[in-house]
């Protein structure tokens, strides 16, 4: 059955104010409703001014987006009745926003990108004794009431949740090259997920947090719908909420429509002319991105496509602690190896992100130096690293504490073998190749695994 699936993502921008106020965007640690103005609050009368630094960032966004960018922009009322807006409607843009059309590619196919538009964050409301649908009271936290975002919707192109989570990544690591966004920050990107099946109506899960959790609601709405269908039943048009705790979707509200929201224009502010001139200057300002940085990667330092793709769309401090690494020791090769296998396992397996970890390129460099150098094995090295990255100590503390692994003569533990499996070195010599995998496999096990197998077949030959 084909899935279509449409992503309306809202991401925070890292502003020093407040889109309409002068109010602060960071508003982490502050006590509940103390960063905020009658702008923010929504007292009656109170005037918005626009902060411009806002419509930097989503011109630039746009334009990395592959947008077409509006002439001029208006911003409209979206009127809803909520305790999360005092004043009953959001500040947004509706019928003429900032951008539109534009697409990103992922594995090859271009997913259209309907519209990139700015708007205010509503306050934060706190559920307490229960979840959103059964909590006994609500309370209401304005401090993130006006924060700015941009919205970014996609049109229904993706087919699968693998095609959602590639998508995301990429535009992550755009929006982490352009510096308008902190990836690190909790709730600083929610997504509303849109999937349908084949032939049928389709749900919209609100406000999902977090990258992994959009990927298990589209999973779990997606086995949701299937079992309606295979039944005989319809999907409903409606509005549902992802469950972080059951990682299921409950019925929320059916599907409210657009005129629903009577959008008008913001009366309180003008028109705005965004022209050539504010684009040309934004499109100068903009850093590289992920796509040059990788064609940049495998030029400059010559390794390969692949691994490149991995450290740059993982996250922009990955792919600049490698910079880091690559001007400390000139092996770019073999610390992109090294990055993209054992220091990403090891993170995840960590659940750290590179800037989480204790883990520095001086760090790190001296530890590849040592297997370069041959102080200690690749194979010792695998092991070592899993108290690298989350100790943050040095290769010489690690190897002080822990002992070097007991060096083997390898030679006798091969001459050992040959002695013990006289039949196995007949066969080969009589033409039958496989058989010094036999021994090849007789060694390692001698040794642990702790020998290279291309070494062991080398004097194997010599010896034989
Ligand atoms: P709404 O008015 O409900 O917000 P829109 O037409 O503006 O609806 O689309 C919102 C999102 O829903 C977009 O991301 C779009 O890609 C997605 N969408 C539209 N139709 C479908 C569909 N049949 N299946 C899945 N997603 C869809
Ligand atoms: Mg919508
Ligand atoms: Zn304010």
Redesign the pocket.
């Known amino acids: 059955m084909k899935v279509?699936?449409?992503?309306?993502i809202h991401v925070h921008l890292l502003t020093e104010s407040k889109l309409f106020c002068r109010c602060s965007s960071n508003y982490d640690g502050k006590d509940p409703n103390s960063n905020t103005c009658p702008i923010c609050l929504g007292f009656p009368g109170s005037k918005p001014a626009v902060n411009k630094k806002v419509i930097d960032s989503g011109i630039m966004i746009a334009k990395a987006l592959n947008c077409r960018i509006a002439p001029e922009m208006f911003f409209s009322r979206k009127t809803y009745f909520y305790p999360d807006m005092a004043k009953n409607f959001q500040i947004t843009q509706y019928e003429i926003p900032l951008s539109n059309n534009g697409y990103l590619e992922v594995f090859d196919k271009k997913i259209r990108i309907?519209r990139v538009h700015i708007e205010e964050d509503p306050a934060k409301l706190v559920h307490v004794g229960g979840g959103i649908t059964s909590a006994q009271y609500v309370l209401a936290d304005y401090n993130r009431s006006g924060a700015p975002m941009v919205e970014i919707?996609?049109?229904?192109?993706f087919i699968d949740t693998k095609e959602v989570r590639e998508f995301l990544s990429k535009l992550t690591s755009i929006l982490e090259h352009l510096e308008v966004f902190d990836a690190s920050k909790e709730g600083s990107m929610r997504a509303?997920a849109?999937?349908?099946l084949e032939g049928g109506e389709?749900a919209?899960v609100k406000n999902i947090t977090g990258f992994a959790n959009v990927e298990k609601a589209l999973n779990y709405e997606i086995v949701r719908q299937k079992n309606l269908l295979q039944m005989g039943m319809k999907v409903q048009r409606e509005t549902r909420h992802f469950d972080a705790d059951t990682n299921t979707t409950v019925t929320l509200r059916k599907?409210e429509?657009?005129e629903d929201y009577g959008y008008i224009f913001e009366p309180d502010l003008t028109m705005i002319e965004i022209g050539k001139v504010w684009v040309d200057k934004m499109a100068k300002q903009m850093p590289e991105l992920p796509d040059q940085r990788i064609e940049r990667f495998v030029k400059e330092y010559k390794i390969p496509e692949r691994d490149a793709k991995v450290i740059v769309y993982v996250d922009k401090a990955l792919a600049d602690f490698f910079e880091a690494c690559v001007k400390l020791f000139n092996k770019s090769e073999f610390i992109a190896k090294w990055i993209v296998t054992d220091l990403l396992k090891v993170l995840n397996w960590n659940g750290l992100t590179i800037r989480q970890s204790k883990i520095t390129p001086k760090l790190f460099v001296e530890f590849v130096d040592s297997m370069d150098r041959g102080t200690i094995t690749e194979r010792f090295g695998k092991e070592l690293i899993k108290e690298l990255v989350p100790s943050g100590k040095s290769v010489r503390e690690l190897i002080k504490e822990k002992g070097l692994p007991k060096k083997i003569d390898l030679e006798s533990v091969i001459k050992e073998v040959i002695e013990e499996n006289k039949k196995a070195v007949e066969n080969y010599k009589t033409g039958n190749e496989k058989s010094i995998q036999f021994l090849i496999g007789q060694v390692l096990k001698k040794t642990k695994s702790s020998a290279d197998p291309n070494k062991i077949r080398e004097i194997l030959k010599r010896l034989i």
């Open positions: 279509m699936i449409g992503l309306e309907r919707v996609t049109e229904p192109d509303d849109n999937v349908s389709r919209e599907k429509l657009e």
